[in-house]
């Protein structure tokens, strides 16, 4: 393939200059047409940045075709014709591409390799005796110069389709010729060397079209008709870059074959009610609330019948469940709409209405929906579920993407047949935001694939007031879409039969391929970036323009009046009932007193909350023997051990877990497998998902073993463990925090019976997923009513490994935790299960494995879900003393909030001069440090392992234990950073202001740690003499 490719950069070369006007001429247009046109306009007028239009068309299918008659060369040089055979000769030999060359025959002819010139003869008139080389060249010219016509409509016909509603950046590339209508046929002839004498001379088609329908030729003039109505109409189909011949063929049938775009009466009254009740109901809206921001959908209301038509093609296709994802625009449209809900529910948003229920709600326009109906059209039952999403455009993205994910793991829908999901984008979003490169990186890994996204963009062509030429460098907005090979759609707004058509054909392009597609709908926005925004400041033509341009309705309806279709009677009845519907909603919603959050959840957990103690957690605590049964499942080898050969570096780490088994201890890793595999036994789903989670960055996890003579054979002990156990998915991720702890979080969402966990790869990455953290994670519940036990396991501590590599930022979390400081719960018997229930989320840093077993395990115990922010360890993974004894972990034990001191201080308080409290990691460092100064008696240090909610209970108690002692807070993370900030306060209300904490640690700093391993050692030796001065 190599050398294919090494003969393809030469016998493809990117400009004419390298000798290609010899071998392929029609690549090169003369100057001054329509290449020239392409190349001068299409960059003025759409403000390119990326000279896309210089790029020969040659490049696409037909290097694949080159590429193909190679291979086929090097496995039987006698496969192909001989003018290919003699040209790879001389290729090979070292021919420059231009003396290698001897005519070959026509590109495509079937079957395709073996083609002689004499096949030309019936089409071109000849006898097949009068082909001599003289007239030979000049018909396999005209000949290749058609296919090049034809290639030159697939590979670039978007660039001059008429797809802009407003005639502005798309449409009038040929403003001189014909504005609006797309290019001439005679200008792509005449800069392909045929003439107007030629038009009606017969050309036989290549394989490579679909134009012909059942003929094998046609006559260039129809030839042409046929690909300016496939190609250069109101849709662009962008697709020549995708690598697959069979996918290209299978677009160019759907565009190309006649009649395929033509709709019966019912669909075009189908499409005129949609359009009409898009279109009514934000009438409706900016009549009776005229001030109020909605982010309406004028401009772009073909948007509802689109999704409509979507939705219909895939149920009819098998699907029974949609996932999607939107951002403010036309999102109550399509609520309303499209998921049909409750009209009343949305208008009583627009009324300042007292909630019913908890939570501290969003805007209107941010709001999820979760709906079951019945799809009037194919029958079928239908759920269809709007995400919940923040104002942060894109960001639900790899959410829509985990939940989907999360549904069809939970069908057993393996190909993605069942459920689906639809992503809408803005236009200036869709090219801005990195989360949906990140996004779109997902699509194809085998534990993240959704098998194939449907993206729309309503591309109106402005983003607030910025225009596309100065929000992208990209020739189109969704040109990112193009690194996952989705074909793209651009299609004008203002024609429903194609949008309608488009529609269709990415409904199957993903039932057939399970890849993503992308529907770009060009059109406008018909007011300000919202209704009370002045588009005028800014983009004064464009808003002159969209004034004098009809609505998409009016035009629609003028268009069916004309055909006959409907009667103008008709069209105004389906408005005036349409409009009755809104108006007994509004009066209805008049009533209303209260708003229910609930109403709009995407996720609801039916039966998980019915009927349970919402204050009672189980216990977390095993059986001795469970324990047993998984530490030592998950120290063996596969059953098959004899032929499965395992690194001995891993047999010697097996061999010491089951010695811990057999000594009633778990370090770190078997810890957490005891956690995930007892509730694998109960029944609950474990994922464990992040950058190379399967064997853990410190290599200490070792999920997946790997055989060391056969490729990908792999063994995952957690997955064994009972017969009847739920399923173990642990994932090495793309290398992304946003996109996979977005679609973590998605995934978490969709059933409250699984144990989700995202690892980051040293906490100190998780900030470049701080907008999920922020706007989801944290703030989720209070804005949306959705719960999520999603877990953040972020390896934290200053080891001397740098500014990077050594805090997951913990004070951020605690920063973000609702708890208040000055509040001290009332203490009962369900103290500590109300603080969880009342607050945000959990953080801890636990400092044993047994600490931890229990409050992975209390995640699922509890009667409610909570995210759960882990600071976890990195050396305590092989440290000595960071064991647990099985004692600790059995039936009656449970997660420890506060650890507190054990040793002889504890056995005489009342000598006891200093108590230190700490978090984590640091604890053996000053335990170590307090025994080596011979000070066990006179200081006590107490861990804080649940830092938020903070234990307020347990403080006190442990000072209260200790009258005589000052207190100190001691912790490695500089002074404005790690938990001080959030304990100070709390460790005042907990004393009720009687005794003073001071602090010990490092100093403040702008950067989490130090890059000198001096420094550090320096520091952390002055912070364990402050912590135990006395
Ligand atoms: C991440 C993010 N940055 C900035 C904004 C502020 N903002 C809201 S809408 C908007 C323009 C969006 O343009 P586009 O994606 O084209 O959607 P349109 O409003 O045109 O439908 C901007 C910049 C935001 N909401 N999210
Ligand atoms: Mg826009």
Redesign the pocket.
């Known amino acids: 393939m190599h050398r294919a490719r090494t003969v393809l950069k030469q016998i493809v070369p990117l400009k004419p200059h390298l000798g290609l006007e010899r071998f392929a001429p029609w690549c090169y247009p003369a100057e001054g047409a329509v290449a020239v046109l392409w190349k001068s306009q299409i960059h003025q007028k759409r403000h390119y940045n990326a000279p896309v239009a210089t790029e020969p068309f040659l490049n696409g299918s037909s290097s694949a075709y080159v590429e193909e008659m190679y291979n086929a060369w090097l496995r039987d040089p006698k496969s192909v014709h001989v003018s290919w055979d003699s040209f790879f000769r001389s290729t090979s030999a070292g021919a420059a591409p231009g003396q290698a060359y001897s005519p070959p025959p026509s590109l495509a002819q079937a079957p395709r390799n073996t083609v002689p010139i004499s096949a030309l003869a019936p089409f071109i008139g000849g006898g097949h005796a009068s082909l001599t080389s003289h007239v030979d060249e000049k018909v396999i010219d005209d000949h290749l110069a058609v296919q090049a016509i034809i290639r030159s409509y697939q590979a670039r016909g978007h660039h001059v389709a008429a797809v802009d509603p407003l005639e502005i950046n798309y449409g009038d590339l040929h403003g001189g010729y014909q504005k609006g209508k797309g290019a001439p046929p005679e200008l792509v002839v005449r800069n392909y060397m045929l003439e107007e004498k030629d038009m009606d001379r017969v050309f036989k088609l290549p394989s490579t079209t679909f134009i012909g329908g059942k003929d094998k030729a046609l006559p260039l003039r129809e030839i042409l008709n046929r690909l300016e109505n496939a190609y250069c109409r109101h849709i662009g189909v962008e697709f020549m870059f995708i690598n697959s011949l069979e996918q290209c063929n299978w677009i160019r049938q759907k565009f190309e074959t006649p009649g395929i775009m033509e709709v019966d009466n019912e669909q075009k009254r189908l499409n005129l009610a949609r359009l009409t009740r898009a279109t009514g109901f934000e009438a409706f809206l900016a009549r009776k609330w005229s001030s109020e921001k909605r982010?309406g959908l004028e401009g772009c209301e073909i948007l509802i019948p689109a999704m409509k038509q979507i939705i219909d093609k895939s149920t009819e296709l098998g699907v029974e469940s949609i996932v999607m994802g939107m951002?403010?625009?036309g999102r109550l449209n399509v609520l309303a709409n499209v998921c049909r809900k409750p009209l009343e529910q949305i208008f009583t948003q627009f009324a300042a209405l007292e909630a019913a229920d908890d939570g501290s709600g969003d805007v209107k326009y941010h709001l999820g929906t979760y709906i079951e109906r019945l799809n009037r059209v194919t029958n079928k039952n239908i759920r269809l579920a709007v995400v919940a999403n923040p104002?942060?455009?894109?960001?639900v993205d790899p959410v829509v993407q985990g939940k989907t994910r999360a549904e069809q793991f939970y069908r057993g829908d393996g190909e993605g047949k069942k459920v689906m999901s639809m992503l809408l984008?803005?236009?200036?979003?869709?090219c801005?935001?990195g989360i949906v490169y990140e996004t779109f990186h997902l699509a194809d890994l085998p534990d993240y694939t959704t098998h194939g996204t449907i993206h729309i963009v309503?591309?109106?062509q402005?983003?607030?007031t910025?225009d596309p030429r100065h929000s992208r460098s990209s020739p189109y907005c969704t040109d990112v879409a193009r690194v996952v090979n989705a074909p793209i759609f651009h299609v004008n707004s203002d024609d429903p039969e194609s949008v309608m058509h488009v529609c269709n054909v990415a409904a199957e392009w993903r039932s057939t391929f399970h890849k993503d597609v992308v529907v770009d709908i060009v059109c406008y926005?018909r007011n300000g970036?919202n209704e009370i925004d002045e588009p005028m400041f800014t983009q004064p033509l464009m808003y002159r323009k969209i004034r004098n341009t009809k609505p998409g309705l009016d035009k629609y309806a003028d268009r069916l009046i004309s055909e006959g279709v409907v009667t103008p009677e008709e069209v105004k009845d389906v408005r005036d009932k349409y409009d009755k519907i809104c108006e007994e909603a509004y009066t209805n919603a008049r009533k209303e007193t209260h708003i229910k959050y609930k109403d709009w959840l995407d996720s609801p957990w039916s039966g998980f909350f019915e009927g349970k103690d919402p204050l009672k957690v189980s216990p977390t605590g095993l059986k001795e023997d469970t324990l047993v049964h998984i530490g030592k499942r998950f120290s063996s080898p596969p059953p098959n051990a004899a032929e499965f050969v395992i690194h001995r570096g891993l047999e010697r780490i097996m061999k010491a877990r089951m010695e811990m088994v057999e000594n009633r201890t778990v370090d770190w890793a078997l810890g957490e497998a005891m956690a995930f595999g007892s509730l694998l036994k109960e029944g609950i789903h474990v994922r464990l998902s992040g950058q190379d989670v399967e064997r853990g960055t410190f290599s200490h996890r070792h999920h997946v073993l790997h055989h060391q003579n056969v490729d990908k054979a792999t063994y995952r002990p957690l997955c064994f463990l009972y017969p009847d156990q739920a399923p173990y998915t642990v994932c090495n991720s793309s290398l992304s925090e946003f996109g996979v702890l977005g679609f973590e979080l998605g995934y978490s969402m969709t059933n409250p019976n699984a144990l989700v966990c995202w690892e980051a790869q040293f906490g100190d990455f998780n900030n470049t997923a701080q907008?999920i953290i922020d706007q989801f994670i944290s703030s989720g519940q209070a804005k949306w009513v959705r719960q999520s036990g999603l877990v953040m396991l972020n390896p934290h501590g200053l080891e001397g490994m740098g500014p990077e590599h050594s805090s997951g930022r913990v004070e951020r979390f605690l920063q973000m935790s609702s708890d208040d400081p000055d509040y001290f719960p009332p203490e009962s018997e369900e103290f500590a299960v109300r603080q969880l229930h009342d607050i945000n989320w959990i953080v801890a840093n636990c400092s044993t494995p047994a600490n931890y077993f229990h409050i992975l395990r209390r995640q699922i115990a509890l009667p409610f879900r909570k995210p759960l922010i882990l600071l976890t360890p990195k050396s305590l993974l092989r440290h000595p003393e960071a064991k647990s004894s099985f004692d600790l972990m059995v039936e009656g034990t449970e997660f420890l909030r506060l650890i507190p001191e054990e040793g002889p201080a504890a056995g005489n308080p009342d000598a006891v001069k200093k108590v230190v409290f700490c978090s984590g990691k640091v604890f053996y460092d000053l335990k170590k440090s307090r025994d080596e100064k011979k000070l066990t008696n006179d200081i006590a240090i107490a861990r804080v392992e649940q830092i938020s909610p903070f234990p307020f209970d347990l403080v006190k108690k442990e000072c209260a234990k200790y009258p005589n002692a000052s207190l100190v807070w001691a912790q490695e993370e500089h002074k404005n950073q790690g938990p001080w900030t959030y304990v100070q306060p709390r460790f005042s209300t907990a004393l009720n202001d009687t005794r003073d904490i001071v602090y010990a640690g490092r100093p403040t700093a702008a950067s989490p740690a130090t890059g000198s391993k001096m420094t550090h050692l320096r520091e952390l030796n002055q912070l364990l003499e402050d912590a135990l001065a006395l």
């Open positions: 982010f951002p403010h625009r104002s942060h455009l894109e960001a984008h803005g236009d200036a979003a869709f801005g935001q309503v591309n109106n402005i983003g607030f910025t926005r970036h907008c």
